[in-house]
């Protein structure tokens, strides 16, 4: 069996198992075996039967739903590739967007804050793009934290395992912060979720029957770390559209709005600190 014969086979399993891209993921995993790129598997030599029962095997755990992220050990997000797996919750692109405005309000020179930071996603690239400014990420599991330490590193990013609600958390940098990003745990509870979400760790995921029980607090301790003028922005669920800016607008917030991802859901809120009279 050559490359493209088994990758067209995995792409019809994975298609029956409801895979959202079940070619792309084929070819994901079938480069990640190999080692070559997906265009080279076009031409490359038929694989050996070690390197079939290893793709066959990788492809049943896609097909039972497992992220493909966890089985490859990586996930893309914006310009680099973060270690994922086991323990830490999966990027996903449309957080992109919230890193498109968070770069467009940072200073030269600014500080920022990442709260919920998970794998690091968000400051790792707010570190690597903009190594101007100065970045601190904070996460309350330990499990995640190690993959955040890890690819944090050589960043200059800093990473704090810390609950972030809390108001003693970085309380050196209150009143000093330029921007404060956050994708916390917002689902609520009798929320349906795909099936690879239910690899994630719940706690990244799942925020009480409201799905705003770290959103709330959050705004509030965010308020604190940003000087005047300083801006928050954190994800939510596409129910939070109306509630997500109203919590801003009593944390102590103005030019409060509410952002779409390229599906045309809510997406993520923003907000501005008021500035002192």
């Known amino acids: 069996m050559t490359w493209p014969q088994a990758i067209a086979s995995a792409a019809k399993r994975l298609e029956a198992?409801?895979?959202?891209?079940?070619?792309?993921?084929?070819?994901?995993l079938a480069a990640h075996v190999s080692g070559l790129t997906r265009t080279r598997l076009l031409i490359a030599d038929a694989p050996t039967a070690d390197q079939l029962a290893?793709?066959?095997?990788l492809v049943e755990r896609r097909a039972a739903r497992e992220p493909l992220q966890h089985l490859t050990g990586s996930a893309a997000f914006r310009y680099g590739?973060?270690?994922?797996?086991?323990?830490?919750?999966?990027?996903?692109?449309?957080?992109?967007?919230?890193?498109?405005w968070a770069l467009e309000h940072l200073p030269q020179g600014g500080t920022v804050i990442d709260a919920c930071s998970?794998?690091?996603?968000?400051?790792?690239?707010i570190a690597t793009e903009r190594p101007d400014v100065r970045v601190w990420a904070i996460e309350i599991d330990p499990d995640a934290f190690e993959w955040l330490e890890s690819n944090l590193n050589g960043t200059g990013a800093i990473p704090v395992n810390a609950d972030a609600t809390a108001a003693g958390t970085l309380a050196e940098l209150d009143g000093i912060v330029d921007l404060v990003t956050a994708n916390p745990p917002y689902v609520p509870f009798e929320i349906e979720v795909a099936p690879e979400v239910k690899f994630d760790p719940s706690g990244a995921v799942y925020a009480a029957a409201s799905g705003l029980a770290?959103?709330?607090?959050?705004?509030?301790?965010a308020a604190a770390w940003l000087k005047p003028g300083g801006w928050?922005?954190?994800?939510?669920?596409?129910?939070?559209?109306?509630?997500?800016?109203?919590?801003?607008?009593?944390?102590?917030f103005t030019e409060t709005e509410d952002h779409d991802d390229l599906a045309g859901r809510p997406r993520f809120a923003t907000?501005?600190?008021?500035?002192l009279p």
């Not at 198992?17 to 994901?28: I, K, Q, T, W, Y």
């Not at 919750?89 to 957080?95: A, D, L, M, N, S």
């Not at 998970?118 to 690239?125: E, K, L, P, T, Y």
């Not at 907000?271 to 500035?275: D, I, M, S």
């Open 17 to 28: 198992a409801g895979v959202h891209s079940p070619r792309n993921d084929a070819e994901l």
């Open 54 to 57: 290893v793709f066959d095997a």
């Open 81 to 100: 590739e973060l270690a994922v797996g086991p323990g830490v919750f999966v990027p996903r692109p449309e957080t992109e967007l919230l890193v498109d």
């Open 118 to 125: 998970g794998s690091g996603a968000v400051a790792h690239a």
């Open 214 to 221: 770290v959103i709330q607090p959050l705004a509030f301790r």
């Open 232 to 252: 928050f922005g954190f994800e939510h669920d596409d129910t939070h559209q109306k509630a997500a800016p109203e919590i801003l607008n009593v944390s102590g």
């Open 271 to 275: 907000g501005r600190l008021g500035l």
